[in-house]
């Protein structure tokens, strides 16, 4: 059950989704036709030393079975493609000019290693003390490509001024990163988090966000995924805050005059080459991704 304070580490609660993400980060990264490459992940993974996380890092898991793929594989496509669409947002943003680019609840993301910045980029990164120590801890011995910021802060208190005195310069545009962050955020919670984004967003700036309107796993389907050998249990149902009373994102930066795109994740995906079954694309509509963008400004300042 969460509580407004609840805290975690990378093994669990929210903490452990992200070991999820990653381990799917390194899997993916392993197909020979994978559609990115994250390095980084096996290594964050693996430094938990938890052979159950290491053996579905290394696709060392049994086949499951067809109830377990129905619930699972729409959820792993989605990420696929939230990582693609992603990584091509930042790189577009640098290209761009955006020297400033912030993620809340950064988790175990590597994006401050494994894309190559322009010189002067700073990557924010924002989460609780454990799981950036975690981090810390497990690439210790890497460079990031860019200035990074590590930055302990809970996104439900006063976030802003812990980026502020970390170098933070509202004056600069931004590029903010919110991925897979919503859903644990109670409803009161994200529009906070998006009115101080706002706030801190000089004109030029932009988001990009995904967001997931389905249901989670119910407890047959992760029956099933551990009877076939994926004997991690993130119960990602009891995480998630319920979706009433929340202002749908779109709406919330159109209305304050942000220019919206909206990405579909099965076309993402197909626009890259990777096959997606019609059923498997009826399914990831419950999930999309976006990019809002505050009009004006200058880039390169």
């Keep these: 059950m969460r509580t407004d304070d609840d805290s975690w580490d990378i093994e669990s609660s929210v903490g ?87 993620v809340p609840a950064a988790g ?26 975690f981090k810390n801890r497990a690439l210790a011995g890497v460079t990031p490509s860019a200035r990074r910021r590590a930055i302990a802060v809970d996104l439900r208190h006063d976030w802003p001024a812990a980026l ?15 991925e897979g962050l919503l859903r644990y955020l109670p409803a009161d ?7 101080d984004m706002v706030t801190l967003s000089a004109p030029g700036s932009r988001v990009a966000v995904y967001r997931s309107t389905g249901a989670a796993p119910d407890a047959a389907a992760q029956q099933d995924a551990r009877d076939a050998g994926v004997d991690v249990t993130v119960d990602v149902g009891a995480l998630w805050y319920s979706d009433e009373g929340r202002s ?34 009826a399914r990831l509509k419950t999930h999309y991704l976006f ?6 400004g200058d880039s390169t300042r």
């Design 16 to 102: 452990a989704t992200a070991l999820g993400v990653a381990a799917m980060r390194a899997a993916e990264s392993r197909r020979p036709d994978a559609l990115f490459h994250d390095p980084y992940a096996e290594v964050l993974v693996s430094a938990v030393g938890s052979p159950s996380w290491t053996r579905i890092v290394r696709g060392e898991v049994p086949d499951l079975d067809e109830a377990a793929l129905a619930a699972l594989g729409p959820i792993i496509s989605a990420l696929i493609a939230r990582t693609c669409y992603l990584d091509d947002y930042v790189r577009e943003a640098a290209a761009d000019g955006i020297r400033q680019i912030v």
């Design 189 to 195: 919670a994200q529009d906070r988090l998006f009115t």
């Design 108 to 133: 175990l993301d590597a994006r401050a290693y494994r894309i190559d910045w322009p010189s002067g980029t700073t990557v924010f990164e924002l989460d609780l003390p454990k799981v950036l120590e």
């Design 291 to 296: 990019t809002a963008r505050r009009p004006g």
């Design 248 to 281: 749908d994102p779109i709406d919330w930066f159109t209305t304050r005059g942000w220019t919206v795109t909206r990405a579909d994740p099965a076309e993402v995906l197909l626009a890259r080459g990777r096959a997606v079954p019609a059923d498997a694309a």
């Design 164 to 178: 502020r005195d970390n170098g933070f310069d509202h004056d600069r545009p931004t590029a903010w990163l919110v």
